[in-house]
């Protein structure tokens, strides 16, 4: 069995690429836009013809939110346009599709966790070409699974983790958001959640079921208690203070809320979400060992 991942690269793909020996019934193709341009839809199609995946996992993503305000064509084009294609092609070649989406699809005015079918209503274009990208996806491909994440990082690629470790190892103090709450989602345990759901369905199709999900690590925190704990974990002696949003004006709006609720994810596949500064903890450790 093939399956075909976009975006191999990145901060997800990265880690289905570190698990991937633990499956040998699966032949993984990892593509980034060095090997398989998605924006080339000819392109695209003639290598999933050629190569016949029986799954799709698209970790690829325009994700520069605040330079998506004005990229707006870029933005749409990877961020909508593509997820429909791959729905399409997949549709032509008998594949099952998973795409990553995001929490910016709400406007991050709950005080709950959002649930799936709650009320999308995003403030940026990032977030605005992202539900686009979800309805375009489910519109070729009913049969699609997507999976929503949140404040994602990871020993790869660039993010906020190792950003606050190389600012705390620069600076006596920094100022971090504290009005913006959510979850931190650790790259390696959304990587296991993807490959259980795929490789359960290369099993037994039956359990393959469609749909939107949501992922997160456990627990709930703030940008400005997430630096505190990267700190601590890593052994920082830096003072972190806490500043409002209004203090750190951007160009695209975060959702002030943007904890996602589990639920469905952990009924329909039975997967086991560890808390978020225990995931923190084992990514540090990666870190230090590089």
Same mark, same amino acid.
């Given at each position: !069995? $093939?399956?075909?991942? +976009? =975006?191999? &690269?990145?901060?997800?793909?990265?880690?289905? $690429?570190?698990?991937?020996?633990?499956?040998?019934?699966?032949?993984?193709?990892?593509?980034d836009?060095?090997?398989?341009?998605?924006?080339?839809?000819?392109?695209?199609?003639? *290598?999933?013809?050629?190569?016949?995946?029986?799954?799709?996992?698209?970790?690829?993503?325009?994700?520069?939110?605040?330079?998506?305000?004005?990229?707006?064509?870029?933005? +749409?084009?990877?961020?909508?346009r593509?997820?429909?294609?791959?729905g399409?092609?997949?549709?032509?070649?008998?594949?099952?599709?998973?795409?990553?989406?995001?929490?910016?699809?709400?406007?991050? !005015?709950?005080?709950t966790? *959002?649930?799936?079918?709650?009320?999308?209503?995003?403030?940026?274009?990032?977030? $605005?070409?992202?539900? &686009?990208?979800?309805?375009? @996806?489910?519109?070729?491909?009913?049969?699609?699974?997507?999976?929503?994440t949140?404040?994602?990082?990871?020993?790869?690629? $660039? &993010?906020?983790v190792?950003? !606050?470790?190389k600012? =705390?190892?620069?600076?006596?103090?920094?100022?971090?958001?504290?009005?913006?709450?959510g979850t931190?989602?650790?790259?390696?345990?959304?990587?296991?959640?993807?490959?259980?759901?795929?490789?359960?369905?290369?099993?037994?199709?039956? +359990?393959?079921?469609?749909?939107? #999900?949501?992922?997160?690590?456990?627990?709930?925190?703030?940008? #400005?208690?997430?630096?505190?704990?990267?700190?601590?974990?890593? =052994?920082?002696?830096?003072?972190?203070?806490?500043?409002?949003?209004?203090?750190?004006? +951007?160009?695209?709006?975060?959702?002030a809320?943007?904890?996602?609720?589990k639920?469905k994810?952990?009924?329909? *596949?039975?997967?086991?979400?560890?808390?978020?500064?225990?995931s @923190?903890? &084992?990514?540090?450790?990666? @870190?230090?060992?590089q």
């Amino acid at each position: !069995m $093939k399956v075909l991942i +976009t =975006g191999a &690269n990145g901060q997800l793909g990265s880690e289905i $690429k570190d698990r991937s020996e633990q499956f040998p019934g699966i032949e993984f193709l990892f593509t980034d836009v060095d090997e398989l341009d998605l924006t080339d839809f000819e392109s695209v199609r003639a *290598y999933c013809e050629l190569h016949q995946p029986s799954f799709i996992i698209n970790c690829a993503a325009y994700t520069a939110v605040d330079v998506a305000e004005t990229d707006i064509d870029l933005a +749409t084009l990877i961020n909508t346009r593509v997820p429909a294609f791959l729905g399409k092609i997949a549709g032509q070649i008998d594949a099952k599709v998973v795409h990553v989406s995001t929490d910016y699809v709400f406007d991050g !005015m709950a005080c709950t966790p *959002y649930e799936e079918a709650d009320l999308v209503d995003p403030d940026s274009v990032y977030g $605005k070409t992202k539900l &686009n990208g979800e309805i375009a @996806l489910v519109k070729e491909d009913p049969k699609a699974i997507i999976i929503r994440t949140s404040w994602l990082y990871s020993s790869y690629g $660039k &993010n906020f983790v190792k950003t !606050m470790i190389k600012l =705390g190892v620069e600076r006596d103090e920094l100022k971090v958001v504290v009005d913006q709450v959510g979850t931190p989602t650790f790259a390696g345990d959304l990587a296991d959640a993807i490959l259980m759901i795929v490789s359960k369905a290369q099993e037994d199709v039956s +359990t393959w079921k469609a749909g939107i #999900y949501h992922f997160s690590n456990e627990g709930v925190c703030s940008w #400005y208690d997430f630096a505190k704990a990267i700190h601590e974990i890593y =052994g920082i002696d830096c003072n972190v203070h806490p500043i409002s949003t209004d203090e750190y004006p +951007t160009p695209a709006k975060r959702p002030a809320y943007s904890v996602l609720c589990k639920k469905k994810i952990k009924r329909n *596949y039975g997967i086991m979400i560890p808390y978020w500064r225990d995931s @923190l903890k &084992n990514c540090i450790e990666q @870190l230090k060992a590089q």
